[in-house]
């Protein structure tokens, strides 16, 4: 079984109420704290579809903030427990966008792309050499049956890729749908060991 | 609870790329967090949507709507720049020779001597030690053309960015009418009827506070009818604080419509967002937190 790390360094909760707030998420089935780690990473990319310049910290807020409600009244009525993140999660919104319009003057939340493309072009170079070293890397971490199954799932394109995965899923004996969500864990932990050997070098 | 209707690939495509009306967007924002199945599914649509791109397969609308709306954000950019990367590696992985289904080896192995295994090992060593070297050098070739590909969507981006300008400027006059829209003459504050929120970014009541008003009277309904009794938190969304609490407060009905009144002391409000949070109370156990209302208060 995988050991979830729980990372609360700039969070305002203590430690009961963070347990209270991980049994709350966890709706009566203990997850190992996986449930919190999956609600977080749902409201990171809630506030990113929003272009919100700082996402994770946004959802950090969002989940403080029930954890204060949760600590304050004892309970919360709303169920499922995703359904009332998400309600806080919009206040978080709309305060960020009011905070932001007043501010941060507009032209500075553009996207880095306008940068001067030739220093992009020479970032990207010595940015692609690392990511390059770091995904080799990752991928021989992987297991040999996970490493061949994320290259054959991958692999090809249009007609030719959806027969291959089709006759994956025959092969491992589960759903497309289940093989697809096999899939993008396999992506989303060699993206995050890409990500985090990259920050290391 | 009524089913959910199926949303298909391209719907969710279209949500990616900010392709749809504001109203279906907050819907599917509330789904994709509180949806178990549609969250999972989301997620699988993206990273073929990114592969798309970065094999180079998207085309027309759809790439103009990739680069100027998906590679807006940093996040979205680097799983783009690892969808490229990723294809790279499996490319080369599935175009370099595989030595453990060698044919060729296999008839030969049969007849060794079992004193030969140490040299045959040091051969496989040997063999895939070429083969790693052989398949660094494709990987750092494929990489820097990927830089190149990479390189030119970023000249494709610095357009767009032009196209983003034309567009601040159509933001710019939105905000100008919302300016007019405060500023015009006060609506009537006579029990103003607040709706739970669930979603809708873009819809949450603005009340305009006349001078000399001691309270504000609101009506905040009900999505399901069935306690007796309420109280009502007024919390300042900021700082989480909860800044008045009311008194015991009994259910209406108001066109056959279940509401709670309730009068807030237009004193503690500023012009700002507030939050109301419906309580319902039971004899002998802790308030039940029902909803939550959004409202902006501004002052005139």
Same mark, same amino acid.
């Given at each position: 079984?995988?050991?979830?790390?729980?990372?609360?360094?700039?969070?305002?909760?203590?430690?009961?109420?963070?347990?209270?707030?991980?049994?709350?998420? !966890?709706?009566?089935?203990?997850?190992?704290?996986?449930?919190?780690?999956?609600?977080?990473?749902?409201?990171?990319?809630?506030?990113?579809?929003?272009?919100?310049?700082?996402?994770?910290?946004?959802?950090?807020?969002?989940?403080?903030?029930?954890?204060?409600?949760?600590?304050?009244?004892?309970?919360?009525?709303?169920?499922?427990? %995703?359904?009332?993140?998400?309600?806080?999660?919009?206040?978080?919104?709309?305060?960020?966008?009011?905070?932001?319009?007043?501010?941060?003057?507009? !032209?500075?939340?553009?996207?880095?792309?306008?940068?001067?493309?030739? %220093?992009?072009?020479?970032?990207?170079?010595?940015?692609?050499?690392?990511?390059?070293?770091?995904?080799?890397?990752?991928?021989?971490?992987?297991?040999?049956?996970?490493?061949?199954?994320?290259?054959?799932?991958?692999?090809?394109?249009?007609?030719?890729?959806?027969?291959?995965?089709?006759?994956?899923?025959?092969? #491992?004996?589960?759903?497309?749908?289940?093989?697809?969500?096999?899939?993008?864990?396999?992506?989303?932990?060699?993206?995050?060991?890409?990500?985090?050997?990259?920050?290391?070098? | 609870?009524?089913?959910?209707?199926?949303?298909?690939?391209?719907?969710?495509?279209?949500?990616? #790329?900010?392709?749809?009306?504001?109203?279906?967007?907050?819907?599917?924002?509330?789904?994709?967090?509180?949806? !178990?199945?549609? %969250?999972?599914?989301?997620?699988?649509?993206?990273?073929?949507?990114?592969?798309?791109?970065?094999?180079?397969?998207?085309?027309?609308?759809?790439?103009?709507?990739?680069?100027?709306?998906?590679?807006?954000?940093?996040?979205?950019?680097?799983?783009?720049?690892?969808?490229?990367?990723?294809?790279?590696?499996?490319?080369?992985?599935?175009?370099?020779?595989?030595?453990?289904?060698?044919?060729?080896?296999?008839?030969?192995?049969?007849?060794?001597?079992?004193?030969?295994?140490?040299?045959?090992?040091?051969?496989?060593?040997?063999?895939?030690?070429?083969?790693?070297?052989?398949?660094?050098?494709?990987?750092?070739?494929?990489?820097?053309?990927?830089?190149?590909?990479?390189?030119?969507?970023?000249?494709?981006?610095?357009?767009?960015?032009?196209?983003?300008?034309?567009?601040?400027?159509?933001?710019?006059?939105?905000?100008?009418?919302?300016?007019?829209?405060?500023?015009?003459?006060?609506?009537?504050?006579?029990?103003?009827?607040?709706?739970?929120?669930?979603?809708?970014?873009?819809?949450?009541?603005?009340?305009?506070?006349?001078?000399?008003?001691?309270?504000?009277?609101?009506?905040?309904?009900?999505?399901?009818?069935?306690?007796?009794?309420?109280?009502?938190?007024?919390?300042?969304?900021?700082?989480?604080?909860?800044?008045?609490?009311?008194?015991?407060?009994?259910?209406?009905?108001?066109?056959?419509?279940?509401?709670?009144?309730?009068? #807030?002391?237009?004193?503690?409000?500023? %012009?700002?967002?507030?939050?109301?949070?419906?309580?319902?109370?039971?004899?002998?156990?802790?308030? !039940?937190?029902?909803?939550?209302?959004?409202?902006?208060?501004?002052?005139?």
């Amino acid at each position: 079984m995988s050991v979830v790390t729980l990372d609360r360094r700039d969070s305002g909760t203590s430690g009961t109420s963070f347990t209270r707030l991980l049994r709350w998420l !966890d709706d009566g089935v203990d997850s190992k704290g996986e449930r919190y780690l999956e609600i977080r990473r749902r409201l990171v990319a809630y506030f990113d579809r929003r272009n919100r310049p700082a996402p994770d910290i946004l959802a950090d807020e969002t989940l403080d903030r029930v954890s204060r409600t949760l600590e304050e009244s004892g309970r919360i009525k709303v169920t499922p427990p %995703a359904r009332y993140c998400y309600v806080v999660a919009r206040f978080v919104l709309l305060e960020d966008i009011r905070r932001n319009q007043r501010e941060v003057p507009f !032209d500075e939340t553009r996207p880095a792309s306008q940068h001067n493309p030739s %220093a992009n072009r020479a970032e990207t170079d010595d940015g692609a050499e690392r990511s390059l070293q770091c995904l080799t890397h990752c991928l021989n971490k992987l297991k040999p049956e996970d490493r061949t199954l994320i290259v054959e799932y991958y692999r090809d394109a249009k007609r030719q890729r959806i027969d291959r995965r089709r006759e994956l899923a025959r092969g #491992l004996g589960i759903s497309m749908n289940a093989l697809a969500i096999r899939t993008w864990r396999l992506r989303a932990s060699l993206e995050a060991c890409v990500a985090a050997c990259r920050n290391r070098r | 609870m009524p089913p959910t209707p199926p949303i298909s690939d391209d719907h969710l495509i279209r949500y990616l #790329l900010g392709a749809l009306p504001a109203d279906e967007v907050e819907r599917l924002d509330e789904r994709t967090v509180v949806d !178990d199945e549609l %969250a999972e599914r989301l997620r699988v649509v993206e990273d073929d949507l990114v592969d798309s791109y970065a094999a180079g397969t998207l085309t027309g609308e759809r790439l103009q709507r990739f680069e100027t709306f998906y590679l807006a954000s940093p996040r979205r950019r680097s799983k783009a720049a690892f969808a490229k990367g990723l294809r790279a590696a499996i490319d080369r992985s599935t175009h370099q020779p595989r030595p453990v289904q060698n044919r060729a080896t296999q008839p030969a192995r049969q007849i060794w001597h079992a004193s030969w295994w140490p040299l045959a090992a040091a051969a496989v060593l040997i063999l895939a030690i070429g083969v790693l070297f052989l398949q660094n050098f494709t990987l750092r070739r494929e990489l820097r053309e990927t830089a190149r590909h990479m390189a030119d969507a970023s000249q494709r981006a610095t357009t767009a960015a032009q196209q983003l300008e034309v567009e601040q400027a159509a933001t710019a006059a939105a905000k100008q009418a919302l300016v007019d829209a405060r500023s015009a003459p006060a609506l009537a504050v006579v029990a103003l009827v607040l709706l739970p929120q669930t979603r809708g970014v873009t819809s949450v009541s603005i009340v305009a506070v006349p001078p000399g008003a001691s309270a504000l009277p609101l009506n905040l309904r009900l999505e399901s009818p069935g306690g007796t009794s309420y109280d009502v938190a007024l919390r300042d969304p900021a700082s989480n604080r909860t800044i008045w609490r009311s008194r015991s407060l009994a259910p209406e009905r108001v066109r056959q419509i279940p509401m709670v009144p309730v009068s #807030l002391p237009t004193g503690l409000l500023k %012009a700002q967002h507030y939050a109301l949070d419906l309580f319902e109370l039971r004899p002998g156990s802790a308030p !039940d937190f029902v909803s939550s209302y959004a409202f902006e208060v501004v002052r005139q």
